[in-house]
């Protein structure tokens, strides 16, 4: 079973993350240039599509077995900040997805961009949604909770991580700032706490708290 939920997993990550590129992030482009979506080699994925997309694999995956869905999310849950911060070194290791300029200390220079020092971004990310993430997630579970609480913090916990570094990494260029001066990421982010603090709320109802 625990083979099936990473094949299940693994297919979400790639065709949601792809998708939700396509979608998320470049629509017009892909629009005009439908064969591009499959070029994967060049780049291209979006954490939101790929956590959509492990939603609905892990849905059919418990419809298929009649198991719970919350239940399988929440077991999942904690596992997830540990992939989340080996993407993110992966990200600073190949200079990619970097910062900001800052003249802060630690600003470095990313060959990638250009000769500006800038925020390590990737490593804020390796931190926040990765480390303490995970930590929380992990004492958090450490003891038994209701059903679908577990999965709440990890949308608030990862939602709220992801909207703070947004103001240290450098928007995509071929989108830029969107309204109220917040980045894409930072929009896609804000579902995710507010059904997380909802999540919380009703797990925590159903409960009798």
């Known amino acids: 079973m625990l083979d099936d939920v990473l094949f299940y997993g693994a297919l979400g990550v790639i065709l949601g993350g792809r998708l939700g590129y396509v979608i998320f992030y470049q629509?017009?482009?892909?629009?005009?240039?439908?064969?591009?979506?499959?070029?994967?080699?060049?780049?291209?994925?979006?954490?939101?599509?790929?956590?959509?997309?492990?939603?609905?694999?892990?849905?059919?995956?418990?419809?298929?077995?009649?198991?719970?869905?919350?239940?399988?999310?929440?077991?999942?849950?904690?596992?997830?900040?540990?992939?989340?911060?080996?993407?993110?070194?992966?990200?600073?290791?190949?200079?990619?997805?970097?910062?900001?300029?800052?003249?802060?200390?630690?600003?470095?220079?990313?060959?990638?961009?250009?000769?500006?020092?800038?925020?390590?971004?990737?490593?804020?990310?390796?931190?926040?949604?990765?480390i303490l993430l995970f930590s929380l997630l992990w004492w958090f579970s450490s003891k038994p909770r209701p059903v679908g609480a577990i999965s709440a913090l990890f949308l608030i916990g990862y939602g709220v991580g992801r909207f703070l570094v947004e103001f240290a990494r450098e928007p995509d260029s071929y989108l830029g700032l969107l309204s109220l001066g917040l980045s894409m990421g930072q929009w896609l982010s804000l579902p995710m706490i507010l059904i997380g603090i909802w999540m919380l709320r009703w797990a925590n109802a159903s409960n009798g708290n």
Not at 67 to 77: E, G, T
Not at 78 to 91: D, I, S, T
Not at 95 to 102: K, M
Not at 103 to 115: E, H, R, S, T
Request: aromatic share 16%; net charge positive; proline share 7%.
């Open 27 to 130: 629509p017009s482009y892909f629009l005009h240039h439908p064969l591009d979506i499959f070029m994967t080699w060049k780049g291209g994925m979006s954490f939101h599509g790929g956590f959509l997309g492990v939603l609905t694999a892990m849905w059919l995956f418990c419809r298929s077995r009649k198991l719970s869905f919350l239940r399988v999310m929440d077991f999942i849950a904690p596992l997830v900040p540990l992939g989340l911060g080996a993407g993110r070194l992966g990200n600073f290791i190949n200079g990619e997805l970097w910062g900001r300029t800052t003249d802060l200390p630690w600003g470095m220079v990313f060959q990638n961009a250009d000769a500006l020092p800038r925020h390590p971004s990737q490593l804020y990310q390796f931190g926040l949604e990765g």
